[in-house]
């Protein structure tokens, strides 16, 4: 069986962006392995070509899941819920879109 896609979640480096958080916490939920890499914001690392060869927004969060590479948090969460399967929330376990369900339940 080949090894898994590797999975880099690219955030900021104080850990303040709740669009990062979003993300983070989508991969976290379905228990995937992935490492982190921290973009320093306040250095303007992400104004750099390394960063902007990554990131079609030049903004964290930004998802590499093996090569395939997505900004804007809504559609990594949304690509998070699809490309995995399963939610280690008990309430998402009968739910159609556990995406929406885990949006849902952070509203209440
Ligand atoms: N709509 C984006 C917003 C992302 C965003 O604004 N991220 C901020 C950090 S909270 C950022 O990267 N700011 C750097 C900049 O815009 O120059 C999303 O949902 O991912």
């Known amino acids: 069986m080949p090894a898994p896609a590797p999975i880099t979640l690219h955030?900021?480096?104080n850990h303040f962006s709740p669009y990062a958080m979003s993300a983070y916490v989508a991969l976290v939920e379905k228990g995937v392995?992935?490492?982190t890499r921290t973009v320093d914001l306040d250095a303007g690392?992400?104004?750099r070509a390394a960063y902007?060869?990554?990131s079609a927004t030049g903004r964290v969060p930004t998802l590499d899941h093996g090569g395939f590479?997505?900004?804007e948090s809504s559609a990594i969460d949304e690509y998070v819920d699809e490309a995995f399967p399963g939610?280690?929330?008990p309430t998402c376990a009968s739910a159609r879109w556990p995406g929406r369900c885990r949006r849902g339940?952070?509203?209440t």
Request: with cysteine; hydrophobic share 45%.
């Open 105 to 107: 339940c952070a509203a």
């Open 11 to 13: 955030v900021d480096a």
């Open 45 to 47: 690392e992400h104004r």
């Open 33 to 35: 392995a992935f490492e």
């Open 87 to 89: 939610c280690t929330r």
């Open 52 to 54: 902007g060869a990554t």
């Open 69 to 71: 590479r997505l900004a």
